[in-house]
């Protein structure tokens, strides 16, 4: 049963009020504070760095491509969100891309499904994305990788790497509720859903 709270409640207390029905972050070291503990890189040895300023991993490249990514546990049937902050720091870099793979064991080995692939553009200031995709039966582990395309030049910035769980199956991000009277029914939609989109700008600190 809901409990009334003091109204002294701060505006950040209200934001946690409505959060969406997603577990904790599942990521390492999402923001970069710890440099880069808990990321593989792929690409030359300089091509992925921190940026101290606002610590974030920097990937620069020329003529190529680099990302960063983690193998994180998983379960079968769940849906799971990924997202991130991207921003474009110089040269041509103008998308960034965004796989969501899925295995059948733990440490990543044995594809399942995907990669699941999604290229967001860039601007010079920083924009958010949220994907959605089910966990295919057999999961047991998910590989989220940021990065930039094929013959990228310049560089590209990215934080608060998320990937969460959903606690409720459904995100109504359709905004249709057919699939509510086919879940109440007693089967499952199941199947894949990807629904790429602005979750707004980020705030200077
Ligand atoms: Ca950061």
Avoid at 9 to 18: E, I, M, T
Avoid at 44 to 67: H, K
Wanted: net charge negative; hydrophobic share 45%; proline share 5%.
């Amino acid at each position: 049963m809901f409990r009334a709270r003091p109204i002294r409640c701060s505006v950040v207390g209200v934001v946690l009020c409505a959060a969406p029905s997603f577990a904790q972050n599942l990521v390492t070291n999402p923001a970069f504070d710890d440099a880069l503990n808990g990321w593989s890189t792929v690409g030359q040895d300089w091509s992925v760095v921190i940026d101290e300023a606002d610590p974030c991993a920097r990937v620069e490249v020329f003529l190529e491509s680099a990302s960063i990514w983690q193998c994180i546990p998983a379960l079968e049937d769940k849906l799971y969100r990924q997202g991130a902050l991207l921003r474009r720091a110089g040269g041509t870099v103008s998308e960034a891309v965004s796989h969501l793979t899925f295995y059948s064991w733990a440490d990543c080995s044995a594809p399942i499904s995907g990669p699941h692939v999604s290229v967001l553009a860039l601007s010079s200031s920083w924009q958010g994305f949220w994907e959605s995709t089910r966990a295919p039966l057999g999961t047991q582990s998910i590989r989220i990788l940021v990065g930039t395309l094929p013959d990228s030049q310049g560089a590209l910035l990215i934080d608060d790497v998320q990937l969460h769980e959903a606690l409720f199956a459904d995100e109504f991000e359709t905004g249709a509720l057919g699939r509510w009277s086919h879940v109440v029914g007693g089967a499952s939609a199941g199947g894949h859903h990807t629904a790429p989109g602005l979750i707004g700008r980020r705030v200077p600190r």
